[in-house]
């Protein structure tokens, strides 16, 4: 099955720890995204990469990181300079096909800071 | 810098009944629209895509329109049903972009059997 996994679901963190978030995808997609969700907003990009090896901060991405080694992966660690962590976090991806940049997410993660 | 508005917040019908969920961007200058759904807790459903140069996408029930010069789109939900009820986000790639979406805040659907 084709698809973007993100993992785990829910995550729980100690305030001054950092995490990371998984988010990988096997459509053979070259850009992928990185937004945050919080209640009654709508999606905001915190990072995103058109190809491996490169990477554009999005309007929010302080206090955040990500790397893109391989097409298939696009990790984001929140660190703990970002003040209000807690979020739900989606992760997408996109092909350019005939002009068509539709893009796919990924089922999220919760994460709580404490 | 655009913003995207979805009216209403929220949404309440009874089973059966049609509806417009309607959304509008300040800048033309987009390359496409994207509709999606989002249940709760969970990630995006893409339901449609109209690209710039089009006026409207079907699939089964669902239909968007896009009218680019006066910045609005609808989405038009046939017969609804109670599994219809989902939150409805609007997003829109500007042109020259990087293909990052700009989302509305959503209309929250909920259908009464």
């Known amino acids: 099955d084709g698809g973007i996994t993100q993992s785990p679901k829910y995550l729980f963190r100690k305030e001054g720890q950092n995490v990371t978030l998984s988010c990988e995808q096997n459509?053979?997609?070259?850009?992928m995204y990185w937004y945050r969700q919080d209640p009654g907003q709508g999606l905001r990009l915190i990072y995103y990469?058109?190809?491996?090896?490169?990477?554009q901060k999005g309007d929010i991405a302080e206090g955040y990181s990500v790397s893109r080694e391989k097409k298939e992966s696009f990790p984001l660690t929140v660190t703990s300079a970002q003040k209000n962590p807690t979020a739900f976090y989606l992760c997408a991806s996109s092909i350019r096909t005939g002009g068509i940049h539709e893009q796919y997410f990924g089922p999220g993660t919760r994460l709580t800071v404490t | 810098k655009q913003e995207v508005t979805q009216i209403p917040a929220a949404l309440s019908v009874p089973e059966g009944e049609n509806l417009v969920l309607n959304c509008s961007f300040t800048?033309?200058?987009?390359?496409?629209l994207q509709w999606f759904r989002q249940d709760p807790g969970k990630g995006l459903t893409s339901l449609l895509l109209i690209q710039s140069s089009q006026r409207e996408q079907t699939s089964g029930r669902l239909n968007a329109s896009l009218d680019k010069s006066s910045g609005r789109s609808t989405l038009y939900i046939a017969a609804s049903q109670p599994g219809d009820s989902a939150t409805y986000l609007c997003?829109?790639?500007?042109?020259?972009?990087?293909?990052?979406?700009?989302f509305g805040k959503g209309t929250k659907l909920s259908v009464k059997p």
């Open positions: 997003a829109v790639r500007m042109s020259g972009s990087q293909g990052n979406l700009i």
């Open positions: 990469s058109q190809i491996v090896n490169d990477f």
């Open positions: 800048d033309s200058a987009i390359y496409n």
């Open positions: 459509l053979n997609h070259d850009a």
